[in-house]
């Protein structure tokens, strides 16, 4: 069977496949599904190899559990790398597009239809499925998405900005005014029991915590004093610790790579660290400052 469309998705989420596919092909779209379009006692991946090259349009139902589908990863790498077919996703859920799957769906056509986009734009899955139609009929009449062409701009969805992002100059600023005063304080005298090696050269103003999802993200906030690396290959290192005083997690960043005040990052699948031990080092490795900070900031 001639088919215009070949129909991507997690077996999770089969229920919003089965529903594009009936109001695609209630509108004159022939689909190509799995596992309806294959062969019985035929190579399944075969199958889907053939359903898919002879295809005009990629649709994929996006979900998180479409983009830990081995499959479908590879479905959209072939039509993406190979094929060069159009790609139109239906996001299904609140996940978002993340690393390869991030890269090959960057000029795709994006329908939003999460919960939370119904919910704040006040529409219905119904009303999706008929908008997708609508793109899908657009594609295959020679619109590209993106290039000047009649029809809607695209919209790649991305997590939204943070609590850091939003506020990073007044984070910034706070960051700066403590390291100031913890400056001051130091040089009088008063962290005389604090083990750094020199707190001016190397100052930790705090670590933020963000949880995204079913995951957590560490920011080092904190400064190098002025003259205190003599490269841009220089490198600040940090540990992070969990309560037991075990390193869970470290990076390193070039002094070149330091974004604003931002001395470091780490994403974890836990909420395990409990203090940091950040140190500004050489090409060598040779430590020229360090300093230590358990002052964790939730977000």
């Not at 799995?34 to 399944?44: C, D, E, M």
């Not at 479908?72 to 139109?88: C, G, L, R, Y």
């Not at 793109?135 to 850091?164: A, C, M, S, T, Y």
């Not at 100059?169 to 304080?185: E, M, P, W």
């Amino acid at each position: 069977m001639s088919h215009d469309v070949f129909i991507s998705y997690s077996t999770k989420n089969t229920e919003n496949a089965e529903a594009v596919c009936e109001r695609l092909e209630s509108n004159g779209i022939e689909c190509w599904i799995a596992p309806r379009n294959i062969k019985t006692g035929t190579n399944y991946a075969k199958e889907i190899m053939d359903g898919l090259k002879a295809a005009k349009i990629v649709v994929l139902i996006f979900s998180k559990d479409a983009q830990e589908s081995e499959y479908v990863n590879n479905e959209i790498d072939t039509a993406f790398s190979k094929n060069n077919q159009p790609i139109v996703a239906l996001k299904v859920d609140d996940s978002f597009p993340e690393k390869q799957m991030e890269f090959f769906l960057k000029n795709s056509q994006w329908l939003d239809a999460s919960p939370s986009a119904l919910k704040k734009e006040n529409k219905t899955l119904e009303s999706c499925y008929d908008a997708l139609v609508g793109d899908v009929e657009r594609v295959l009449d020679g619109w590209v998405p993106g290039q000047g062409n009649d029809g809607e701009g695209v919209v790649i969805p991305h997590k939204e900005k943070g609590f850091f992002e939003k506020y990073k100059l007044f984070i910034v600023a706070a960051v700066i005014l403590l390291i100031v005063v913890g400056g001051f304080l130091a040089y009088n005298g008063m962290n005389s029991k604090s083990n750094v090696k020199n707190e001016t050269g190397i100052s930790v103003g705090y670590i933020g915590l963000e949880k995204y999802d079913d995951s957590y993200t560490y920011f080092v906030f904190g400064t190098v004093a002025e003259g205190s690396s003599n490269s841009s290959s220089d490198v600040v290192h940090i540990d992070y610790y969990d309560s037991s005083g075990k390193v869970v997690n470290s990076s390193d960043t070039k002094m070149k790579d330091i974004d604003g005040n931002i001395l470091g990052s780490i994403d974890s699948n836990s909420k395990n660290v409990a203090k940091v031990s950040a140190k500004l080092q050489d090409k060598n490795n040779k430590v020229l400052y360090s300093v230590e900070s358990n002052n964790i900031i939730e977000q």
